[in-house]
């Protein structure tokens, strides 16, 4: 699984120096055994060598010297031995925290968040700041995120993490050559070289990205989707919807664990789906679009609660907070917005999933959060909507990992990208 | 490409027929080798056989030999001998129309409808029967069904055709191993094994289907898109949505080539995408549907247009060519309700655009006999809901192959299970 867009430039440096080394046979097959071995240990760790050994169907020899080369380079490190199930104490390889990591960076409509993500997953620096990206120009609002990804890139370097690479989730389009084309939030954002600006910023310095830093941009949804599968809670998550619910909506489509992405990477854009084809004029220029009905700042004012830009879902004291407050008080207009608001996300997700056919729904952002109350209705249009619905209902699972899905998924490209080709990070052998 | 199911018993009995005589090895070599040559004659034909040599890198007395064998197969024909661009006078090969047949069956609402079609793509006979199977059984459809398909063999027998096989499209959810789940406009058709039912009646005597014909089931829109990319009118169609307007309404949604058929086989149920989320319930369980507001008896209705069950698109003096005639005359109702559906289909269209990303739609059916009027509400929807419409604006096109794309689609499923391994129908070497 890759995201939009990706370039490595060790990875274009890399042939000319290996084949003045040794013969290019055996270094492919390095290359391979590597990642196969590390692949193992990623996917069903702990294990010791000699299940490696066994599930990969090389020898113990090959195995211990790659394991090796693996661990001298921090991405797999040696557990306490451990008593086997034959009675021989093993010595468990698993993934590494201490090695390399991943930065998630995430700009959304109204915030912007940093997180740094080592390869088991587990967050290990993270940055939110509030930010109204619709009143700064993108050349301002990518200025001020670098700040955050150089100060996260500084104190992750400090913790001895070598710094992998970038993934970018953004609130638009991103084609498959990686540039944002259309934010429809955000209307200074068109055809916008997000990643070149960002490297702009960061290609220099000590807390800057490394020259062979891994980068790479995907629509929002699309990120958070891969998170929830990556990191997330729900076992076997390989086929199904996340739904991003923030100031504008979005859906990323997986099918067989991958990101279902149309002819030119714009597919999943759930937000546009008209559910009140006379409803209100949409920054898409289309009309009664899900966003303008069941969006956060709609379902906030029709819930009769201040909207103040930049109070995220995450934030306490922010006006989704004050809605879920309201909600449990039992205010009745909060309620009715609630409900309509699930009715509404159940009309399009319906649609959604009667052209795409996905068995499964995950709520994310702003949905994940209001999940107690949208379920209801949401799951009665499902119900009664999907035509399968009758022996192949739809089923609705919330988001396990709130607001970090996307800077999550963001990372996860990153390390994704580790586990599938580790050998730039392995030193070659002498 | 495969339809939704497909079953040859031949290939489950060629093993042991074969292993007996050759060694496997030179065996898979020629079957693969066949399969090449007649796919380069297919798909760049006419050529001659230095112009296959050349291109798939055999030999020429291998692709000689080959040859020798798909034309005593009925599969290749050589063509009157021409002077080729070098001067040389060629001997061109193409596949030949004489040699095996697809038939296709389409079992939709209100009519049911037989073609075969031959290697080149035409039609070689052809039966329309007005049935409204919302009124019968399901056993008496399949029985009328059948005695059509036998009634086409027959003709094409005599005609010195070989009948390679059935594919059968039917309008609702066939489920990725090949059974029909539901079929929203036929109450009665659920979990219906209509390929069993139909091999009991076609299994016997002259006229029936020989016992190692291939035969599969799939949803009409599939069949349909198939269709119009295997034997239309437009060139390059390789990702595109088929619409196909009927009593019901459903789409075939083609990506990279090849239907994309979701988790379950249940993709592109567009007639199911509400547009008017208030409105009309559907026999889904779903309201206002986007076949409850524009299909096809809906529009009439809404024209005030007689609505005679059976007067399909293709009849002369139905219902449609009705409303046509009207339309064409000026008649105000008639204008406007085709303009509101063209209306309708634009919100449900940009919906699927919004979610699966395609850049072209196909009208077809009845869409297609109404595309004068609707094309213009439908564009003007489109270029304002899509998101993408200002840099990518999405192409409409109108169907070439009228009421036949489902059945020539499924022919053509038969067709291409031939073109893909021919061995089975080319004699052993002695």
Do not use: M
């Not at 989704?320 to 909600?327: E, Q, S």
């Not at 499902?382 to 998924?409: E, F, K, N």
Request: proline share 7%; hydrophobic share 45%; with cysteine.
């Amino acid at each position: 699984v890759t995201a939009g867009a990706g370039r490595t430039r060790r990875e274009a440096a890399r042939p000319a120096r290996q084949e003045a080394k040794r013969p290019a046979r055996q270094e492919t097959l390095r290359r391979h055994n590597l990642a196969l071995v590390l692949g193992e240990v990623a996917v069903h760790g702990p294990l010791s060598r000699a299940q490696v050994a066994a599930a990969t169907g090389l020898t113990k020899g090959t195995v211990s010297s790659l394991v090796d080369d693996l661990v001298a380079a921090g991405l797999v490190r040696t557990l306490a031995p451990t008593r086997g199930a034959v009675g021989r104490p093993g010595n468990p390889l698993a993934l590494d925290p201490g090695g390399p990591v991943g930065v998630g960076l995430e700009i959304d409509v109204d915030y912007t968040r940093v997180a740094v993500v080592d390869l088991t997953g587990d967050v290990r620096q993270r940055r939110v700041e509030v930010a109204d990206h619709r009143t700064s120009s993108p050349e301002a609002s990518l200025a001020s995120a670098a700040a955050l990804v150089r100060d996260v890139v500084h104190a992750a370097t400090r913790q001895g993490h070598a710094v992998a690479g970038l993934g970018v989730a953004v609130p638009g389009l991103v084609d498959t050559k990686g540039l944002l084309r259309l934010a429809p939030n955000l209307p200074g954002w068109e055809s916008t070289p997000v990643l070149s600006v960002l490297h702009g910023h960061l290609d220099d310095g000590p807390d800057g990205l490394p020259a062979d830093a891994h980068t790479a941009l995907d629509n929002e949804a699309n990120l958070a989707a891969l998170g929830e599968q990556w990191f997330g809670g729900h076992p076997d998550l390989r086929d199904f919807v996340y739904v991003s619910g923030e100031i504008g909506v979005g859906a990323g489509i997986v099918t067989g664990g991958a990101v279902f992405r149309g002819v030119s990477g714009y597919a999943g854009e759930l937000g546009h789906v008209p559910v009140d084809p006379d409803g209100p004029a949409c920054g898409c220029g289309g009309r009664g679009c899900l966003e303008q009905v069941a969006g956060q700042e709609a379902l906030l004012r029709a819930a009769g609660v201040p909207v103040d830009a930049g109070t995220t879902t995450a934030a306490p004291d922010g006006s989704v907070a004050t809605l879920r407050r309201r909600a449990d008080g039992g205010d009745r207009e909060a309620l009715r917005a609630l409900e309509a608001a699930g009715h509404a996300l159940g009309v399009a997700v319906s649609a959604l999933v009667n052209v795409v056919d996905v068995p499964t729904v995950v709520l994310g952002g702003l949905y994940a959060a209001l999940a107690p109350w949208l379920r209801g209705p949401l799951t009665a249009e499902l119900g009664t909507r999907v035509v399968a619905s009758s022996w192949a209902p739809t089923q609705v699972l919330v988001s396990t990992l709130g607001p970090d899905a996307a800077v999550r998924g963001a990372a996860g490209t990153v390390l994704r990208h580790i586990l599938d080709d580790p050998e730039a990070y392995v030193p070659a052998p002498v």
